[in-house]
């Protein structure tokens, strides 16, 4: 992976540098329906750029202009569990950086963890638990996100206005590619996990190590397992957020 490559590619091809960048969760790609004069770049055609292999990842960055400012989207991330190294699966983030972004929006399709939030409610991340035990024995313990008071101020202010119920909580990572049992969702209860999906983690770190200004917002398609009595698929998960959608492009248009 040659990052000073894959950055004078993507800045020969854009029009003007992007103010902030947005990560697209699965299912939640149609938010660069709404940007305007907008651009495609698959990540196949960009040198030593890795390529999304689950669906409901485009395996594209979207550049457009969302009420007049410029923004890139990554529509398609990258997970652990596709056998790629940290730095790959942050990658986004750090092209994002070097293109200039001061600002990152990380969104995902997550497992909701409390039973009295409905499915299709949308979560702020507050915080976040690594529950990958990678090479770490300790039990995970909630850390904290880069994100300034007024941005947000600004994000929970615009869903009110809205009329958007936005939810706060702590987002878990977990490995994957299989979803949980119900004994680690009932540990990761116990933990103070609020989500839980097999993304946005590294990502988090990456734009925490940047002093990138992040927000990252969860929408929760499903329950996690054990806690109705419902299998889960990936399936479901991509039907559930393609439902909720719209909503979402309206909150993160008003907020980007």
């Known amino acids: 992976m040659n990052l000073k490559n894959i950055t004078k590619f993507l800045i020969k091809i854009l029009p003007e540098q992007p103010k902030s960048a947005v990560i697209l969760g699965s299912g939640l790609g149609n938010f660069v329906d709404f940007l305007e004069n907008s651009i495609t770049i698959p990540y196949a055609d ?9 669906t409901g990842h485009a395996g594209e960055w979207v550049f457009g202009y969302c009420r007049g400012k410029p923004i890139i989207c990554a529509k398609g991330r990258f997970h652990y569990y596709e056998g790629l190294s940290m730095d790959n ?5 750090t092209v994002s950086h070097q293109l200039g972004c001061k600002s990152i929006f990380i969104t995902n399709a997550a497992g909701c963890l409390n039973k009295n939030w409905e499915l299709g409610d949308f979560m702020l991340i507050k915080g976040y638990l690594d529950y990958t035990f990678r090479g770490n024995s300790n039990p995970p313990s909630i850390s904290s996100i880069n994100t300034s008071p007024e941005l947000l101020l600004k994000v929970k202010k615009t869903a009110s206005e809205l009329g958007i119920l936005l939810r706060e909580g702590i987002y878990t990572w977990t490995l994957g590619p299989s979803y949980e049992t119900p004994a680690e969702i009932k540990d990761i209860i116990k933990l103070g996990g609020n989500a839980v999906g097999m993304s946005t983690v590294p990502e988090i770190m990456k734009a925490n190590e940047l002093g990138l200004n992040l927000i990252g917002i969860s929408c929760l398609t499903n329950y996690g397992a054990g806690l ?24 993160l248009i008003e907020i980007v």
């Open 46 to 54: 960009i040198p030593d750029f890795p390529l999304s292999t689950v």
């Open 89 to 93: 699966v942050a990658l986004p983030v």
């Open 228 to 251: 109705v009595n419902a299998p889960l698929s990936h399936e479901d998960v991509l039907e559930s957020s393609k439902r909720f959608q719209k909503e979402f492009s309206k909150l």
